[in-house]
């Protein structure tokens, strides 16, 4: 079997930073040492090892807003790795009342041309005895995460009372709810407003959206996650108000976690005033970007850990989709790229300004949310045994990010501009090399499924405290007679 060693470099892991060689045999890593020999030798000189990124919320050829997103697994998988991301797990989502499992399968068909490895979470769009009875067999097919929306009325929203009943059937099987959490009923109410008074503008899609919105729906997804008694996972936490929800639960005891998205942390709400309407549209997505006061408590989450991942949301449409809302911004397809940019963008605004330690960086970008979704340490690490899904990251070398040389399909990017200084000279994928000195070699249809059991350690561990603090009956010995 012809071996690789990745030589002369520094391994940096969540908790660790220590120079040694890794040598890969079979696409998992098989020693961890000094001078190490191999067949194949990548050059780490002057580079940091990391586990790859992994990208744990991407929509890749999702069906939203009448079209399709633009960056399909292949598109999407290779800019993935030319940004030193080497899995991403995206959102399964059936059509109103259609089959979770016939959901899968067409996942099953588009992921087969992934470039890199991948995972599922299951999305929650409708609520009803057959999505209750197949929820468990979602599990037996290694997909142990469950998305809800509360926002998108009309479309993939769900109520409360559904909600309910989908966080008790998760604490039941040992799954782990997500949630997109906006107030929709509110929303929908505020974009009529809007639209009723000629604010039709992308800059509406913001007004529509404040922060207290985002807020209350968080609030409320923790309480219905601690009424149910399960663990919960808010995606693309983007304002102070949502943070403090998670970080008030997290100091009350309950398991909730926080996904702030490179978008919001780098990218405020003044893109959505410039002149230009396509800049502005391009950039709509839900939540929308916020002001400097968020996106300053978003990077103290990640610092005090009351935030834990660092996600993309990648969901690409191009300009011409974005112009499907030109008279009426409710029609602007939400979403916006990232997947390429997210570990230069935070590297460059993370390590680079020390707000993240290399180490920081490692667990918000890769290891937090392979333990969260139960594929640690198959992925997320550097040990010996684990899958060789490696970046080589070359702290030195810099670019200004341009949609013209980007890998996804997409026309524009809304990073153009940025300049980032730390990049991948090597991206491993089970130990392909994807990226060689900073040129990208996929191949399609290499990436495979993972898939993640449930009952993790903290599942087991919060339904064994909600069956400690249980109510109880009261037994009395004085009971009065009834009808006296
Ligand atoms: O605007 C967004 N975030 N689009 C993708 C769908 C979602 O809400 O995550
Ligand atoms: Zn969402
Ligand atoms: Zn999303
Ligand atoms: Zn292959």
Request: glycine share 10%.
């Amino acid at each position: 079997m012809a071996s690789k060693v990745i030589k002369g470099g520094t391994i940096v892991t969540a908790d660790l930073t220590y120079d040694a060689d890794v040598k890969i045999e079979g696409g998992v890593i098989t020693e961890i040492g000094p001078n190490l020999s191999g067949d194949e030798v990548l050059d780490a000189t002057g580079a940091y090892i990391m586990p790859g990124g992994i990208d744990p919320h991407t929509h890749l050829e999702m069906p939203f807003m009448g079209t399709y997103s633009s960056d399909d697994f292949e598109s999407g998988t290779r800019a993935a790795v030319a940004g030193g991301t080497t899995m991403v797990v995206d959102f399964c989502l059936p059509d109103p009342n259609q089959s979770l499992l016939e959901a899968i399968t067409r996942w099953d068909n588009k992921s087969s041309r992934a470039n890199c490895d991948y995972s599922f979470h299951m999305a929650i769009t409708w609520w009803g005895e057959q999505v209750f009875n197949e929820m468990p067999e979602v599990t037996k097919r290694g997909i142990n995460t469950f998305k809800h929306f509360m926002a998108y009325k009309g479309a993939l929203m769900v109520d409360d009372d559904e909600m309910y009943s989908s966080f008790k059937r998760c604490a039941e099987i040992g799954a782990l709810p997500l949630v997109h959490a906006e107030n929709g009923d509110v929303v929908a109410q505020m974009q009529a407003q809007l639209l009723a008074e000629g604010n039709n503008g992308p800059e509406a899609h913001a007004y529509s959206r404040p922060a207290a919105v985002e807020g209350e729906a968080t609030n409320r997804a923790i309480m219905i996650a601690d009424m149910a008694g399960v663990p919960v996972y808010i995606v693309h936490t983007s304002s102070e108000q949502a943070h403090e929800a998670i970080r008030r639960a997290r100091q009350n005891g309950i398991r909730a976690y926080g996904e702030p998205l490179i978008q919001h942390l780098t990218l405020d709400d003044s893109e959505y005033a410039h002149p230009d309407w396509d800049h502005a549209a391009r950039r709509v997505m839900s939540p929308p970007f916020r002001n400097k006061k968020h996106q300053d408590s978003l990077w103290a989450g990640l610092q005090s850990g009351s935030l834990q991942v660092v996600a993309t949301d990648h969901c690409a449409f191009t300009t011409e989709q974005k112009r499907n809302g030109i008279d009426n911004f409710t029609l602007i397809p939400n979403g916006t790229g990232g997947l390429e940019d997210r570990m230069p963008m935070l590297w460059t605004h993370g390590v680079g300004t020390g707000r993240l330690t290399m180490n920081e960086f490692v667990a918000v970008t890769s290891t937090n949310i392979a333990k969260i979704l139960n594929m640690y340490p198959k992925k997320g690490a550097v040990l010996v045994g684990a899958d060789a899904d490696l970046v080589v990251w070359d702290p030195n070398k810099e670019k200004t990010i341009v949609a013209d040389t980007q890998q996804s399909a997409i026309d524009y990017n809304v990073f153009e501009g940025k300049h980032v200084k730390g990049l991948p000279r090597f991206t491993l994928s089970r130990g392909k090399v994807v990226v060689d000195d900073g040129a990208v070699k996929t191949e399609e249809g290499h990436g495979e499924f993972v898939g993640r059991e449930p009952y993790t350690a903290t599942n087991k561990a919060l339904s064994k405290w909600k069956q400690v603090t249980a109510p109880r009956k009261v037994e009395r010995t004085g009971i009065p007679a009834s009808g006296v």
